[in-house]
């Protein structure tokens, strides 16, 4: 005989307590059943009133009634658990990070959901189990969270669900009619809205400082690629300049040795050949005392008449020997020059040194205005030494003039040959800004240039220098023969140069009130910058003093 199949639910074996499946169920003559451990705790905080009821349907029982296991129903309930665990999908356990369930026994599973009324996390399970129960009921359900606690009021045991803006605190709707009554509130709901909106803003704003830091991020790590590059190239250039006037020491070395050793070798030669002659003149000298003597210690007076005229003669000596034999005011010249030197490179050290202190790698903006770009002014002078012949350098050399006439200069290596050009005596590393003034026809060029351009080359048409070019009816950049026309207006006559050494970028400006941009590069500069001039016929450049 088949048996018959009775369809079950398992929620219909569940303690209204504690909603899970029931342990040593016990029944109540209304009909509900329980856990035995539910019940005995609900009952026992109702000692006092000494009136026991079922939770669900409020029947009374006096006196207490005792209470017994149901088999049966026990029997049921070990079935329906085993059926369960068999068809139950895997159980989804709580991690380290996971919020427990409340309900279940022994290990736990993860907590989907939490009740504010109920103060309790469910899984998967005892939510549904607890949906089934309270489905007529409005339960608030949220995000499992271990911060059921914090979101209920100490107070008054309810849930928080008003914000005080006179405390700036969260409260519940009694503590409205107690201690904040007369207070600004709004529902937390409410509350919350415009704080996310603040909160949106912030992070809108966050966000854009964080596209602004990152692009100083990463113009600061383009900033130290160039500054390191600067350097290698700055180390490899002096390694090289200092590694030549090593053997240009040395040559001078070489030179004074071999000077020394020459005129050695050429006074000990003539001495040597002297003192061969005077050895000679010795031998026949006492050749001549031992004849002297001997005849002095004849008694043949006869024979000592005759022979005393021939053998008595008069020497005299024809030969000079110079005191000078020593080489020590040579070796004392030398150490004056050593002296010299030592004081000369200590005085440039001192200038290398500081300049070397100003270079800097810094994240700050460009500067904007013109007070902020004095904040990075420097002074220069005009290097006489590279001034080509047809111009004439005055005002303590800052200033230059085209000249017709051919100035009387000194033969230099470092001097313009062909082109009316001049360099400052000063290199510019880091940030530098200077301003110049032109006058006359205004046939003039304003560049920086490396110190090892070819000096019968023009500024603007090498890869070694950049030149802003006037020429009365248009304003020209050039650089590597490059040339692009400048639209921006000039403003005046006064032209600021501003130079960011490690972030590679070279500006001009049309100096006035304002400070008008007319060229800016961005490049990489490998060596030191020195600021250059090209002044044509009629026309004259002037360094301005910033520091008044």
């Known amino acids: ?103 279940c026994t022994g290990r736990k599973r993860k907590a989907l959901k939490s009740c504010l009324m109920c103060m309790n996390s469910y899984c998967h399970i005892h939510l549904e189990q607890h949906e089934n129960f309270f489905k007529d009921k ?28 006179t405390d700036y605190e969260c409260i519940c709707m009694m503590c409205l009619l107690d201690k904040h009554k007369n207070h600004k509130t709004r529902t937390a709901a409410a509350e919350r809205m415009d704080k996310q909106r603040q909160l949106e803003e912030e992070r ?58 020459a005129q050695e070798k050429a006074e000990v030669s003539e001495a040597e050949m002297l003192m061969e002659t005077l050895e000679s003149e010795i031998d026949c000298l006492r050749r001549t005392d031992a004849e002297i003597e001997q005849l002095s210690h004849t008694e043949d007076h006869i024979h000592f008449l005759q022979t005393f005229g021939l053998t008595i003669f008069f020497y005299t000596p024809n030969h000079t020997v110079s005191s000078q034999l020593s080489f020590d005011n040579i070796g004392n010249s030398v150490s004056l020059l050593k002296r010299k030197l030592e004081d000369f490179c200590k005085e440039e050290m001192k200038r290398i040194c500081a300049r070397v202190k100003y270079i800097q790698i810094t994240a700050t903006d460009n500067p904007m205005t013109r007070e902020e770009f004095l904040q990075s002014s420097c002074q220069l002078s005009l290097d006489p030494n590279t001034a080509n012949t047809h111009l ?82 248009d304003l020209f950049f050039t650089h590597n023969s490059v040339h692009s026309k400048i639209i921006a207006p000039l403003q005046s006559s006064r032209i600021g140069v501003y130079v960011d050494h490690s972030a590679g970028t070279l500006s001009f400006y049309s100096v006035s009130d304002t400070m008008t941009l007319l060229k800016k590069v961005k490049t990489t500069f490998t060596q030191p910058l020195y600021p ?5 016929k009629g026309s004259s450049v002037k360094l301005c003093d910033l520091t008044t």
């Open 204 to 261: 809108r704003e966050c966000s854009e400082k964080i596209q602004q830091t990152e692009k100083k991020l990463q113009e600061l790590r383009k900033a130290v690629e160039s500054h390191k590059r600067s350097a290698q190239a700055a180390v490899d250039n002096i390694e090289r300049i200092f590694t030549e006037l090593i053997c240009s020491i040395e040559r001078r070395r070489s030179e004074v040795t071999q000077l020394i050793r």
């Open 532 to 536: 250059g001039f090209m002044v044509l």
């Open 392 to 473: 004439c350098l005055s005002q303590e050399n800052t200033a230059v003039t085209y000249t017709g006439k051919e100035q009387l200069c000194f033969e230099h290596p470092d001097r313009f040959i062909v082109s009316p050009q001049v360099l400052c005596r000063e290199s510019v590393c880091g940030r530098a800004y200077w301003e110049v003034e032109w006058s006359g026809n205004c046939w003039v060029g304003i560049a920086v240039s490396y110190k090892n351009i070819d000096r019968k080359g023009e500024f603007g048409h090498n890869d070694q220098s950049w030149t802003l070019r006037n020429t009365i009816l």
């Open 138 to 165: 409005k339960h608030h359900l949220m995000e499992a969270t271990e911060r059921l606690q914090q979101m209920i009021c100490k107070t008054h045991d309810r849930p928080l669900e008003v914000f005080c803006q």
């Open 1 to 103: 005989m088949a048996e018959a199949s009775i369809s079950v639910s398992p929620e219909q074996f569940c303690c209204p307590v504690c909603l899970d499946l029931l342990k040593e169920p016990v029944a109540f003559p209304c009909g509900h059943s329980y856990c035995m451990v539910c019940i005995t705790d609900c009952w026992n905080q109702d000692d006092e009133k000494g009136v026991y009821s079922c939770p669900q349907c409020r029947q009374a029982f006096t006196p207490r009634p005792v209470l017994s296991k149901n088999n049966i129903l026990a029997e049921m309930v070990e079935k329906l658990g085993k059926t369960t665990l068999q068809t139950a999908a895997p159980a989804q356990y709580a991690g380290p990070k996971d919020v427990e369930c409340s309900v």
